[in-house]
T-cell receptor
Framework: SAVISQKPSRDICQRGTSLTIQCQVD?????MFWYRQQPGQSLTLIAT?????????ESGFVIDKFPISRPNLTFSTLTVSNMSPEDSSIYLC??????????FGQGTRLTVV | QQQVKQSPQSLIVQKGGISIINCAYE??????FPWYQQFPGKGPALLIA?????SEKKEGRFTISFNKSAKQFSLHIMDSQPGDSATYFC???????????FGQGTTLQVKP
């Protein structure tokens, strides 16, 4: 498995502000992924973060709202910009190993007030 | 468009019983089918996964049954225990194990 650390674990933010979530992996990985889990719902892929290239966003998600950085093979950040209450969710970082397994961090529980 | 349909939404099973959760997919390009277990306040944990070249995979009390022609797969939890009470998600991915499409989730409660 992979050890994935996310920071912060939770936060309460004012609407209109931005929050940057960090994801640190215990070993180098090629691909990192960001998911959103809205309250009581399933997980939805936001984007794929590859080191050395721009992130690839899924339908319904845009870079201006969710800018992503991937400065090296063990670290990535997701920023939730200009937040509204609808952005209240759990944001999860995920990594893929050997193209056979995907592991998740504990998530960042975001509440926007 | 929803691509992975999961049922039931919730499930109550007596201790020692068999829990069965079903999923159906539409996209024939999917070739990786994992199941995740999620406890409240935690991230999803990979439970077991299967590729379409086999029809069944067993790990301990957990079994995946896979029907490629019907585009369906299911999770069987044998001898269910109260500690198995959690939300279970099926998922599917084309080629990359990381780009997952999740089902809606099933909340399992195992009664003592």
């Amino acid at each position: 498995s992979a050890v994935i650390s996310q920071k912060p674990s939770r936060d309460i933010c004012q609407r209109g502000t931005s929050l940057t979530i960090q994801c640190q992996v215990d070993s180098q990985v090629t691909m990192m992924f960001w998911y959103r889990q809205q309250p009581g719902q399933s997980l939805t892929l936001i984007a794929t973060a590859n080191q050395g290239s721009e992130a690839t966003y899924e339908s319904g998600f845009v870079i201006d709202k969710f800018p992503i950085s991937r400065p090296n093979l063990t670290f990535s950040t997701l920023t939730v910009s200009n937040m509204s209450p609808e952005d209240s969710s759990i944001y999860l970082c995920s990594v893929e190993r050997r193209n056979t397994e995907a592991f998740f961090g504990q998530g960042t529980r975001l509440t926007v007030v | 468009q929803q691509q992975v349909k999961q049922s039931p939404q919730s499930l109550i099973v007596q201790k020692g019983g068999i829990s069965i959760i079903n999923c159906a997919y539409e996209n024939t390009a999917f070739d990786y089918f994992p199941w995740y277990q999620q406890f409240p306040g935690k991230g999803p944990a990979l439970l077991i996964a299967i590729r379409p070249d086999v029809s069944e995979k067993k790990e301990g009390r957990f079994t995946i049954s896979f029907n490629k022609s019907a585009k369906q797969f299911s999770l069987h939890i044998m001898d269910s225990q109260p500690g198995d009470s959690a939300t279970y998600f099926c998922a599917a991915a084309p080629h990359s194990a990381g780009k997952l499409i999740f089902g809606q989730g099933t909340t399992l409660q195992v009664k003592p």
